[in-house]
């Protein structure tokens, strides 16, 4: 059943929009595939398959350090507080050019963008063993090196924000970024288990070197396939884009749903970075003697499909007649509230097989936020997303770095694993309700840009 926009009282103006919400979005729909900015289906398709490879490798090359950090720590002699330290590197450098890649695509597309951060952070990547060799300093260098990763990587999901919002249809947007997503999964399920076979086979450095390369290839590729000669591919030609001079952010940070949405971003990545920079110490640690492919592996092999289901799902029931809203919140609901209560299940002993299946499940559900906050940017201001999303996504990295470097403090101290879970679970549930309450569908840049606003 179709919303009707309400006044916006708080932005200091009365808005009056003349149309449902869902009539407003079948004729936004009905007129796309007239925007010259958008990508013929054969061009999206193609681009679609790069860019779920491309999303695959840029998570390899970021959980490169995760599943090497326990022979590190033992070559090097690091502490878990200085373990800590060189995994929470890259959040420091993510912070720093998210706005920045965000703006940048949402001026003059993001293709060049993304190929530019491939090939810097695929270089790092390779180039990483050889620093940890230059001198004796190697948790400062290994930090530093971490937050050029994340400086490079930082520019990288704006840029899909930004091309999502620019170049499909909006009807196609979902299966896109859980396509994405999904790359994601992929990435880390292939570098858990190649990951951990290198480890046990050559060493550790080899990990590095091999993402760096194959990272490498991907941006080669793109280059040679989609880029090369392709003058006008970043050239912005939409009305709706060309005649936005500039965001209006004091406007748009006062509206609740916007922060609703950037809350629970923020509270979704950090805990989704701690498990991530974590989850491989806890396994070796409590469990020494299993296999390293398995709890590096199965948990990723549930989120690959559990993002392609996430995507159809979302679209399913939009179609069924629930509001956009609804289903963003259903979506982060099963992403945030389900994946917090197994999580929170690792607090209690638990066998190895146990503990697998509890972090495959929570993996499974948490990737469904790819259709729930993720998505939301795009519904409420898809003028802006790249630069919006790449706000949220700093103070998401700021948080992931502020919690997954507690984290280590926590395990250090306490030697358990009970405080860390909780804290985990306790940023979730604030997270989700904040969005529940707060979160929206509506447009917010209509309410600035729209000839139908009334002042």
């Not at 952070?121 to 050029?148: E, K």
């Not at 060493?203 to 760096?212: D, I, K, P, Q, R």
């Amino acid at each position: 059943m179709a919303d009707k926009a309400p006044s916006d009282a708080k932005s200091g103006c009365n808005v009056f929009l003349l149309e449902p919400e869902n009539l407003s979005r079948d004729r936004a729909a009905a007129e796309e595939p007239e925007d010259p900015n958008r990508w013929p289906r054969h061009l999206a398709r193609k681009w679609t398959l790069a860019l779920f490879f491309g999303t695959c490798l840029l998570y390899c090359a970021r959980m490169a350090m995760p599943i090497c950090a326990v022979s590190m720590a033992t070559t090097f002699h690091w502490t878990k507080i200085e373990t800590g330290l060189v995994l929470g590197g890259f959040f420091w450098g993510y912070c720093l050019t998210q706005i920045l890649g965000g703006y940048i695509s949402d001026k003059v597309g993001g293709e060049q963008i993304l190929f530019l951060s491939a090939v810097s952070w695929s270089l790092i990547t390779a180039a990483t063993p050889l620093l940890a060799h230059l001198g004796s300093h190697t948790v400062a260098l290994m930090t530093g090196a971490r937050f050029l990763m994340g400086m490079l990587q930082g520019v990288f999901f704006p840029s899909l924000a930004s091309l999502c919002s620019q170049r499909v249809l909006e009807r196609e947007r979902a299966i896109l970024m859980s396509t994405l997503n999904s790359g994601c999964s992929l990435g880390t399920l292939l570098l858990g288990g190649f990951g951990s076979m290198l480890l046990v086979n050559h060493s550790w450095e080899a990990v590095f070197y091999c993402t760096g390369v194959l990272s490498g290839l991907w941006a080669l590729t793109v280059w040679l396939c989609f880029l090369k000669g392709n003058v006008s591919v970043s050239r912005m030609q939409s009305t709706e884009y060309s005649q936005r001079t500039s965001t209006p952010w004091l406007i748009l940070l006062k509206n609740s749903s916007v922060w609703a949405m950037i809350i629970a971003h923020m509270c979704a990545c950090s805990t989704g970075y701690t498990l991530l920079s974590w989850l491989p110490t806890y396994f070796e640690e409590t469990f020494p003697h299993a296999s390293k492919l398995v709890f590096n592996v199965f948990p990723w092999l549930v989120a690959v499909p559990s993002a392609f289901l996430g995507g159809y799902l979302s679209n399913y029931l939009i179609t069924q007649g629930y509001s956009v809203a609804s289903v963003r919140k259903i979506m982060q609901s099963l992403a945030m509230g389900g994946s917090s209560m197994f999580i929170m299940l690792l607090s209690r002993p638990v066998t190895f097989s146990s503990a697998v299946t509890l972090v495959s499940v929570a993996m499974g559900m948490s990737i469904l936020s790819s259709c729930g906050v993720s998505l939301n940017v795009q519904d409420l201001t898809p003028t802006c997303a790249g630069a919006l999303y790449g706000f949220m996504n700093m103070l998401g990295a700021f948080m992931g770095l502020v919690l997954v470097s507690l984290s280590g403090y926590l395990i250090d101290v306490t030697l358990s694993w009970t405080t860390v879970f909780a804290v985990i679970v306790l940023v979730n549930s604030t997270g989700l309700f904040v969005f529940l309450v707060f979160g929206d569908a509506r447009r917010v840049d209509l309410h600035v840009y729209s000839p139908l606003i009334v002042i």
